[in-house]
C-alpha cells in the first residue's frame, strides 16, 4: 500500500502541490488587480507556442517551450494592437478575438501534428498527464533518502520546483511592491514604484507558471488554481497574509483530496476505472469555492 | 525687512510652459504658476479644467507634451523622498483586504527599500499620524468599513508618515464630512505653520478665504495665480468658471 503509494502518488502528489501553490500565490495578486482572467489569457494564448515547439524540437524540454510559449504570447499582443488600430474597437473585444483564435490555432496545430514522435493531443493540453509521473524506482520510504532512486523522479518535479522557488521568492522580495500597485497605482507611481514594470514582472511569473505547470498537468489546473483557492480566500478573510496563507491551504487540499478522490470517486457508481486527476483536482477547488461563497465570513461587500 | 534666503525666496515649484495632451487632445497648455515656500495653495477651476493632470505631471505620473517643472530647484525624482502626493480617495478600490494601519503604513515603504524591514518606529509614526488625523481607534479596522470622510483622514495619515516638505493633495475634501474636513484643515494648517508648502486641489469657492493663502485658477491654462489676497477677485472667478457662479459669490 506504502509502496503503491510512494510509486504512483507521490510524484503526482508533490508536482501537484508546488504547481498549485506557485498558481493560487499569484493569483491572490491578480485577483486583487482584477486581473483573474489574465491566467486564463495566458494558457489559451501560448499553446499553439507550445505545440509548434513540440513539433519542431521533438521534446518537452523547459525551454524551446518557454521561448514558443513568449513568441506566442508577444504575437497575441501584436495581434490584439493591430486590430485595435485598424479595426477601431475596444481592447477587451479585440482580445477575445485573438485569446480563442490561438486557442483554436493550437488545437488545430495539435490534431495536424504527427503527434508518434510528439507525445502530445488535446486531451493532454486540457488535463494534463499527472498520472503518467510515476516513481518506479520507489520501494519504500527508504528511496526518499537514496539518491539513485531520487534520481528516477520524473523530470517534472524539478522544474516545477524551480518555478515554485522562482515565484515565493519573488513574492517574498517584492511584496511591498506588489501590495502597493495592486492597492494604489497612483501612489505608487508617485512614490518611484515603476507601476508598468511591476505589472509585467507579475504577468510574466504568473505566465512562467503556467507554461511550466502546462506539460505537467494541462490547462484546466492552471486555471483552476490561479482563480479557485485565492478567492476562496478572499471571502474568508479581509487580510491579505491570511488570504495568501488560506490559498495556499485551499489550493494544497485540492490537490491532495484531488488525487486521492480521482482514484475512488466512480467506485460507488459500480465503475472501477479512475478519472483524470487534474479534472478531479480543478473540481475540488471549485466545490471550496462554492462553499465559501456560500458560508464565507466577507462573502458581501462591506460596504 | 531683512533679506530671505535664497532658498526661501525661490519658490518650492515651478511650472513652466506645461502642456498635457490625451491621445492628441489638449487637456492643459502653457501652464505657468509658482507656488512660493510656506504656501497653503488651492487649484481651483470647473470639471475637467486640468487640475487633477496638472498636480500628476507634477509628480511625474502624466507625462508631459512640453514644459519644465521644477521642485526645490531639482526635477522630481531628484526629491521624491521630499514629497507627499495625495491621490483622489476615489482611485483606489476600498474593499481591498488590507487594514487602516497597513494603508499608512505605505507611506513609510520608499523609505525601507527592497529588503528593509518594518521596525518599531515606523509602527509608532503610523499610530502618531493616526492619532493626528484622530483615527487611532480605527488602527485594526479593514479599510471598507470605514465612511469617506475616514478613508480621506487614513490617506492624509499616509501622506504624514512621508515626513515630507511639500504635499500635494487631489480632492482631499471631495465627498467628506465637516468634521473631517476641520479636522484636515487643521492638520493643514499645523503642516504649514512648521514650514511645510501644502497645494490642494480645491472646489468649495466659499471656503477658499478661510482655508488657503495662495491660489492657482486653471481652466486648461492658467487664468490667475498669487495671493488669496490679491488674486481670488471676481474677475479672475469669472474668468475661470464663467457668470454664474461669480454671481453666486456676490449672493455669499
Given at each position: 500500500m506504502l509502496d503503491d503509494f510512494l510509486m504512483f502518488s507521490f510524484a503526482p502528489m508533490l508536482i501537484g502541490l508546488f504547481i498549485a501553490i506557485t498558481c493560487a500565490i499569484l493569483g491572490n495578486f491578480l485577483l486583487l488587480r482584477k486581473q483573474a482572467l489574465v491566467s486564463d489569457s495566458i494558457s489559451h494564448v501560448v499553446l499553439p507556442g507550445i505545440v509548434l515547439a513540440f513539433v519542431v524540437t521533438g521534446s518537452a524540454a523547459t525551454w524551446p517551450m518557454m521561448i514558443g510559449a513568449g513568441v506566442a504570447a508577444l504575437l497575441s499582443v501584436a495581434f490584439i494592437e493591430v486590430i485595435v488600430r485598424f479595426?477601431?474597437?475596444?481592447p477587451s473585444a479585440a482580445m477575445g478575438v485573438v485569446f480563442t483564435s490561438m486557442f483554436a490555432l493550437g488545437v488545430l496545430l495539435l490534431e495536424l501534428s504527427d503527434t508518434r514522435n510528439v507525445h502530445l493531443d488535446v486531451q493532454h493540453a486540457l488535463?494534463?498527464?499527472?498520472?503518467?509521473?510515476?516513481?518506479?524506482?520507489?520501494?519504500?520510504?527508504r528511496s526518499l533518502l537514496d539518491p539513485v532512486a531520487l534520481a528516477g523522479l520524473p523530470h517534472e518535479l524539478w522544474r516545477v520546483l524551480a518555478v515554485f522557488a522562482l515565484v515565493t521568492g519573488a513574492i517574498i522580495v517584492f511584496w511591498r511592491h506588489f501590495v502597493l500597485i495592486s492597492f494604489d497605482e497612483t501612489f505608487a507611481a508617485s512614490a518611484g514604484v515603476h507601476v508598468g514594470l511591476v505589472s509585467i514582472f507579475l504577468i510574466s511569473l504568473s505566465a512562467i507558471a503556467a507554461v511550466a505547470a502546462f506539460d505537467a498537468v494541462g490547462s484546466i489546473i492552471v486555471i483552476a488554481m490561479f482563480v479557485c483557492p485565492p478567492a476562496t480566500a478572499r471571502l474568508l478573510t479581509n487580510r491579505l497574509k491570511t488570504q495568501v496563507a488560506l490559498s495556499v491551504l485551499f489550493a494544497s487540499l485540492s490537490v491532495i483530496v484531488g488525487i486521492l478522490a480521482s482514484g475512488y470517486v466512480l467506485r460507488p457508481f459500480g465503475y472501477t476505472d479512475s478519472v483524470s486527476a487534474a479534472g478531479m483536482i480543478a473540481v475540488i477547488s471549485g466545490i471550496l469555492l462554492a462553499a465559501s461563497a456560500v458560508f464565507g465570513k466577507h462573502r458581501l461587500a462591506v460596504n | 525687512m531683512t533679506e530671505l534666503t535664497s532658498t526661501e525666496k525661490s519658490p518650492v515649484l515651478r511650472v513652466n510652459g506645461l502642456s498635457v495632451s490625451y491621445n492628441s487632445d489638449?487637456?492643459?497648455?502653457?501652464v505657468n504658476f509658482d507656488i512660493p515656500h510656506g504656501a497653503m495653495s488651492a487649484i481651483i477651476g470647473p470639471n475637467g479644467a486640468g487640475k487633477s493632470t496638472t498636480l500628476k505631471a507634477v509628480v511625474d505620473i502624466q507625462p508631459r507634451l512640453t514644459g519644465q517643472i521644477e521642485i526645490f530647484g531639482q526635477t522630481y525624482d531628484k526629491v521624491r523622498n521630499r514629497i507627499s502626493y495625495v491621490p483622489q480617495?476615489?482611485?483606489?478600490?476600498?474593499?481591498?483586504?488590507?487594514?487602516v494601519q497597513d494603508v499608512v503604513l505605505m507611506g513609510v515603504y520608499p523609505t525601507?527599500?527592497?529588503?528593509?524591514r518594518v521596525r518599531p518606529m515606523h509602527w509608532a509614526k503610523v499610530m502618531e499620524a493616526l492619532e493626528r488625523v484622530g483615527m487611532t481607534g480605527f488602527a485594526?479596522?479593514?479599510?471598507?468599513?470605514?465612511?469617506g470622510g475616514q478613508q480621506q483622514r487614513v490617506f492624509l495619515a499616509r501622506a504624514l508618515v512621508q515626513d515630507a516638505d511639500l504635499y500635494l493633495l487631489d480632492e482631499?475634501?471631495?465627498?467628506?464630512d465637516a468634521a473631517t474636513e476641520k479636522a484636515i484643515v487643521k492638520v493643514l494648517k499645523d503642516l504649514q505653520s512648521k514650514g511645510k508648502t501644502i497645494v490642494a486641489v480645491h472646489h468649495d469657492l466659499t471656503t477658499v478665504e478661510a482655508y488657503f493663502d495662495h491660489i492657482v485658477f486653471i481652466n486648461r491654462s492658467i487664468v490667475a495665480a498669487g495671493s488669496v489676497a490679491r488674486e481670488f477677485t471676481e474677475e479672475h472667478i469669472n474668468q475661470t468658471y464663467g457668470r454664474l457662479v461669480a454671481s453666486q459669490k456676490q449672493v455669499i
Open positions: 479595426g477601431r474597437i475596444e488535463y494534463g498527464s499527472l498520472e503518467s509521473l510515476i516513481w518506479l524506482d520507489a520501494v519504500g520510504w | 489638449p487637456v492643459v497648455y502653457s480617495r476615489a482611485s483606489v478600490d476600498w474593499d481591498f483586504p488590507v487594514t525601507l527599500g527592497l529588503l528593509g485594526d479596522r479593514q479599510i471598507g468599513q470605514l465612511s482631499p475634501f471631495a465627498g467628506v
